[in-house]
DNA sequence: TGTCAACTGTCAGTCGCTGTCATTAGCCTC
DNA sequence: GAGGCTAATGACAGCGACTGACAGTTGACA
């Protein structure tokens, strides 16, 4: 899934390439001729290739719009391991997007331009058929962290809700800011931390019967 | 959207029996063959009319398999708004759940038998490119249900996070218990209830900090 | 350099879904 | 109750996502 330099020969590079560059094609049709009225072979025949080969490289149409996602997605999973012992699972969580956040390029800027990306994340948010597919990949994800954090505080998942109950009202939490971001006409990575970072700051509060927070 | 015994001529009468039958057949397909293993041409076959007919009846494949949920859940909202005004916002929707499996029948015992759609709702639960069309679907209604918690509370929705939180947790709990209940054996209406019921029982403690159930 | 395996293109076919147009069949009026 | 209106249907053609089969091309490696 991650781009491999090393170890890698002609045929490896050039694989790499037609993947690439499929994978930026597709996005920047998406983003400027929205998803549905992109077809591959459209896709396709941007990278010179046959329809048949971009099926190659990808099983669906829909996985060129969750690539990115991805490696991003796998990216705050080791993020959040990598969080101190210390850190309540609350706050292992809150420190794990923000620092994703805030080294986004890092995972990505190889593959794809950051801001294609944002565009990109917009692009899902406001279309149907993917914010179904959003959704699924994020209860997938969901069960992840809650192994995760299960795993931090030397609980067992199937028996123990906290951890799924914390991991479900962070990503409640989420998708709301997704939502709201995605709705609104700032599309940097600057705004979507910002709302973010503001979202899961009332979460707190909330969850202890805090109803005004003046 | 509903059953219509009223005001119909021959025509109305011929086109509700259509529309049902086109319903069952699909159901029936999907439940014992598999969603994707069933095509719309053997839906259409199974009721002797034309796939164009088909098409003009549901506006695509998925929406044969959540046409009875819809039934359901509008139900849902209406038991929900005539919950005495003294239930506070979790109780009246735990309320409406309950009253909502104890009379599943009367909104669609007309269209499908009972059994049928709780085959069906497992089915869903199983099928990935379902799943992920439900979890739509359920951010959506979840925004209704908001909407009208707020409006029992004399709320606004935009301003104040309670009644969207408070059904984010609500509808969290569901659908865990919904996946439990897809998992395991017991498909009766009885069994989802039970679960729905002791599983929103925990959630009070839960967030009130109660760990430990004992 | 030649052999092998990986990669790719071509083609044919399935399935969901849509537009078009001719035909059928309730419905309503005179 | 014959005839006209119109809703409902069927038949057909076509698009786009996706798959299987087969043949041609091109790196890898002895």
Sequence with gaps: MKTQEAHSGLRERKKQRTRDALLRSALELFTTKG????TVDEIAEAVDVSQRTFFRYFTSKEETAFAVQDMVESRFVTLLRERPAAD?????????????WDTLGEPIEEVVPVELHMRTYQMIESTPSLIAVHLRRSTELEEEIARVIAEREGLDVE????PRVTVAAFSGVMRMAGRLWGAGEDISVESIREVTESYLDQLGPVLAGKWRTE
Tied chains: 1, 2.
């Design 159 to 162: 028996a123990d809700l906290r």
């Design 35 to 38: 998803y549905d009225r992109t």
């Design 88 to 100: 309540s699972p609350f706050e292992a969580l809150r420190g794990a997007v923000l620092d994703a």
